[in-house]
């Protein structure tokens, strides 16, 4: 179960739909700021 | 033909352009990607050789017409130059167009330099061995995944710009 876990935490987030929507709502926010910072 | 007008027609092939890319590339990782491994195996050519390249002729110049008429769009605005530079002094809007404008041109290398590239691999349109096959599916899935996750910030960042004063 615990390797499962590890395994999968392992795996490049993006094979997953649902961390890849995440990360790209991260890094929306993170340009937010970065606009933000430049103007 | 008067410039505003002009200026319409642009935004218009801009936008519409952008639905087929951005639609096409939602439609390859939220429909197409997950409903693969419950395809039988026989029913598999039917996406593999009809229904995927179609998708991918119209995806790749999709995104060919959009940057396109996007920077056309941008010149017109008068603001190309400032956008590229991120902003130029001109305001944070100037900033998160430039921002939505370099993220969209990474997603266009991506699809005519890796993606299709690899695709014309994995699908068998250009012959390789069976383990170059496999290793071009996985790229291309990885940086169409990559594409999906900027084009979040990226669409943000382009629509931003008509209401940045609310951020």
Known sequence: MVSDYVEDAMKNPLESLEKTIVLGLILTVILVYFVKAMA | ?167
């Open chain 2, 1 to 167: 033909m008067d410039s505003e007008f002009l200026m319409f027609i642009v935004r218009w092939l801009h936008v519409v352009s952008a639905i087929m890319w951005i639609g096409l590339l939602w439609y390859f990782n939220f429909v197409q990607m997950p409903s693969m491994p419950k395809i039988p195996a026989e029913q598999k050519p039917a996406v593999s050789k009809v229904i995927a390249p179609a998708a991918l002729f119209w995806f790749r110049w999709g995104a060919m017409s959009t940057i396109i008429f996007g920077l056309i769009l941008a010149y017109l605005n008068g603001y190309l130059v400032d956008a590229i530079m991120l902003g130029g002094g001109k305001g944070a809007k100037v900033t998160a167009i430039g921002v939505g404008m370099w993220l969209g041109t990474i997603m266009w290398f991506n699809v005519w330099f890796v993606i299709w590239p690899n695709q014309k691999k994995a699908l068998g349109i250009v012959q390789v061995s069976p383990e170059e096959t496999a290793k071009a599916a996985r790229t291309a899935m990885l940086f169409s995944r990559t594409n999906t996750m900027l084009s979040i910030p990226m669409s943000f960042m382009m629509v931003s710009y008509q209401n940045w004063s609310f951020m």
